[in-house]
């Protein structure tokens, strides 16, 4: 809280900076801006961003060290007894002292001791937000007359401020692009001791898949077996499922809202059917345990067929209706995109409208289309809920979509859920799933650049 307040004064101080910045221009000009490089906005905003940035800077790294330099002055002040604790124990005695400081302790003694440093922690934390606030201020108003004083008739504030406005966007855009590649190290760092454990072509062509480990080596299966093929099948089934219902449902609906439909039937229908890609897919999964999946059962036993209580094909159906939304809406907005100068054209050489569509609208919408059905292809891939309730966890290699399968991301939480220890091979194995579906959602990528680029130059 005492960082928002703060955070709010500052922006406050930033608001005022401004106002000075742009009189101050005004009173170098002498009533007339021509005589200035740029317009005042843009001095008023150079002395905003002098005043704003330091002090945000400071407030971050003031925020970041903060309790970990009150913890150690606390501690320092702690009697030799505590101070001689092994770590774990030392932990303890830190965690109890900030719990007395938030008011969270659960019983109403506390020792004499934790009270104590309790209270110098709460002294030291009031001496660093006074502190702070006083940094900040003295810098605002330090660097706020410093850049009042810079300024004059010939200086380029707009030039400054577009170059820290430029620095901001590269700093964020970069934040997309350094979060990936964390996240690809961490999971190839992992995934590369996985393998040093596991062969790469047992793991990705083994048959098998139990990664239970037992904790001593005399153990039945203290081995495990890690043949990641039953996952790769049992996912690929599922997804194409889903696709094969998503695809056309989704696609034929967004020609018909773009091309067909009036108006005010698109105006009530859109908003509906988008209404599916907000249901929370616990709430899907229920619906596919509880009525898809014995549905499909009674159906079968009817025909004589034998199926599962969980089976691929319920929850490919599920999540199928589950990802239309996706494909129709991206679709249609993309239909929607191609210029009339295109029907009109098609018109004009005695087309019908089913042929337009067909041989026009389509292809020059394909490159929009291929993205629709590669995030859906993505959804489905990644879903989890709906897998656990209507796919379960056994995982056998299967192409029968009546079978009971299971998939990589079902595996990587069950895999790394509750405490887990980051040395076995049981818990490694997550990353080398995770590597498997990068790559794999990487590849999808490759196609749709190649599909994309290949239809825009034809209709470009």
């Not at 300024?151 to 590269?170: D, F, H």
């Not at 990664?211 to 039953?230: C, H, L, N, T, Y």
């Not at 999540?319 to 295109?342: C, E, H, N, T």
């Amino acid at each position: 809280m005492y960082t928002l307040e703060l955070i709010a004064g500052l922006l406050l101080l930033c608001a005022i900076a401004y106002h000075l910045g742009r009189r101050r221009a005004f009173s170098v000009a002498q009533g007339n801006i021509r005589h200035l490089h740029s317009l005042p906005a843009y001095y008023g905003l150079y002395v905003a961003m002098w005043c704003g940035l330091p002090a945000l800077f400071v407030l971050f790294l003031w925020t970041v060290f903060e309790s970990n330099v009150i913890t150690q002055l606390v501690l320092a002040d702690l009697p030799q007894k505590l101070r001689s604790l092994e770590a774990d124990r030392l932990e303890l005695v830190i965690s109890d002292i900030q719990n007395f400081v938030s008011g969270n302790t659960v019983s109403g003694e506390v020792d004499a001791s934790i009270k104590a440093a309790g209270l110098h922690y709460q002294r030291l934390q009031f001496t660093s937000h006074a502190a702070l606030a006083v940094v900040i201020l003295s810098l605002v108003i330090g660097v706020g007359f410093f850049s009042l004083s810079r300024i004059n008739a010939k200086q380029r504030a707009r030039n400054a401020v577009e170059r820290a406005l430029t620095g901001g966007l590269i700093a964020c855009a970069s934040i997309a692009f350094l979060t990936t590649i964390g996240i690809l190290m961490s999971v190839l760092f992992e995934s590369m001791r996985f393998f040093k454990v596991v062969p790469v072509t047992d793991f990705l062509f083994g048959l098998k898949w139990s990664p239970q480990m037992s904790i001593r080596a005399d153990q039945v299966g203290s081995s495990g077996a890690f043949g990641a093929a039953p996952l790769f099948v049992g996912t690929i089934l599922i997804s194409l499922i889903a696709m094969l219902v998503a695809v056309p449902i989704g696609l034929k609906s967004a020609i018909f809202l773009s091309e067909y439909a009036s108006p005010r039937f698109r105006a009530i229908t859109k908003p509906l059917l988008e209404i599916l890609a907000g249901i929370p897919t616990v709430v899907y999964g229920f619906f596919a345990a509880l009525t898809v999946a014995p549905f499909i059962r009674n159906q079968g036993s009817l025909l004589g067929l034998e199926v599962a209580s969980e089976s691929a094909l319920a929850a490919g159906l599920v999540m199928g209706v589950m990802i239309i939304p996706f494909v129709s809406s991206l679709s249609d907005d993309v239909i929607r995109a191609v210029p009339q100068a295109l029907r009109d054209g098609a018109f004009g050489l005695g087309a019908t409208k089913a042929e337009t569509i067909k041989r026009v609208v389509i292809p020059a919408a394909l490159p929009g289309i291929v993205g629709g059905v590669l995030l859906a292809i993505s959804r489905a891939i990644g879903e989890t809920m709906i897998v656990v309730m209507a796919a379960g966890l056994s995982a056998n290699l299967s192409f029968n979509p009546l079978d009971a399968v299971t998939t990589v991301t079902v595996q990587i939480v069950t895999l790394l859920t509750g405490d887990q220890e980051f040395d076995s091979p049981k818990t490694l194995a997550a990353f080398a799933l995770g590597l498997v579906l990068f790559i794999f959602t990487l590849a999808l990528n490759v196609i749709a650049l190649y599909v994309v680029r290949k239809y825009r130059e034809q209709y470009e």
